[in-house]
T-cell receptor, first 112, second 114 residues
Framework: EDQVTQSPEALRLQEGESSSLNCSYT??????LFWYRQDPGKGPEFLFT???AGEEKEKERLKATLTKKESFLHITAPKPEDSATYLC?????????????FGKGTSLLVTP | GAGVSQSPRYKVAKRGQDVALRCDPI?????LFWYQQALGQGPEFLTY????????KSGLPSDRFFAERPEGSVSTLKIQRTQQEDSAVYLC????????????FGQGTRLTVV
């Protein structure tokens, strides 16, 4: 059965203090790994898609990387506006191939 | 519109009542998804449409849940005889492709069953 596990569950950073969020996964036939950001009371906002091991993508202070077992979301010099829940999801052959299987998320708080 | 629109934003239903939740996807998007998100959890897949065809309904928790997208655009998620455990945020997402392309989410409908 597909599994997506995110760690830590919660993370508190000082503004400017870089860190990484982890998403480990066990699936059969990865089609894509997705990162989303979710603010309270809102739907998830798309950040990145990674398709194969070794792939990296960047957007402002965020950088996502992928290996065969896990993905990292690196946050460089975060600002308070980066505070949100970060969700990781996988799309795989082992389910219908359409559904995104989400982790529980990492709740990030960046303090000034 | 510019994004995925869901209505109503909030719905309070008495236990046993039927509810209908609406999703207006981004214009031209082929794929449409429904997810259920409980408090403090990640979204859980309910069902998937490709145009008007419902290709995957494996995540629907019971036969009280029904979804349709008759003209390949607007979709409705219907829950019959609501129960307390149905209380959650229901999210709709759409994407332009049919494979592993990014999906864009609406703000969700928060359903509370009392």
């Amino acid at each position: 059965e597909d599994q997506v596990t995110q760690s830590p569950e919660a993370l508190r950073l000082q503004e400017g203090e870089s860190s990484s969020l982890n998403c480990s996964y066990t699936v059969s036939g990865l089609r894509g790994l997705f990162w989303y950001r979710q603010d309270p009371g809102k739907g998830p906002e798309f950040l990145f898609t990674l398709y194969s091991a070794g792939e990296e993508k960047e957007k402002e202070r965020l950088k996502a990387t992928l290996t065969k077992k896990e993905s990292f979301l690196h946050i460089t010099a975060p600002k308070p506006e980066d505070s949100a829940t970060y969700l990781c999801a996988v799309q795989a052959d082992s389910n219908s191939g359409y559904a995104l299987n989400f982790g529980k998320g990492t709740s990030l708080l960046v303090t000034p | 519109g510019a994004g995925v629109s869901q209505s109503p934003r909030y719905k309070v239903a008495k236990r046993g009542q039927d509810v209908a939740l609406r999703c207006d996807p981004i214009s031209g998007h082929v794929s449409l998804f429904w997810y259920q998100q409980a408090l403090g959890q990640g979204p859980e897949f309910l069902t998937y449409f490709q145009n008007e065809a419902q290709l995957d309904k494996s995540g629907l928790p019971s036969d009280r849940f029904f979804a349709e997208r008759p003209e390949g655009s607007v979709s409705t998620l219907k829950i019959q005889r609501t129960q307390q455990e149905d209380s959650a945020v229901y999210l709709c997402a759409s994407s332009s492709g049919t494979g592993n392309t990014e999906a864009f989410f609406g703000q969700g409908t928060r359903l509370t069953v009392v």
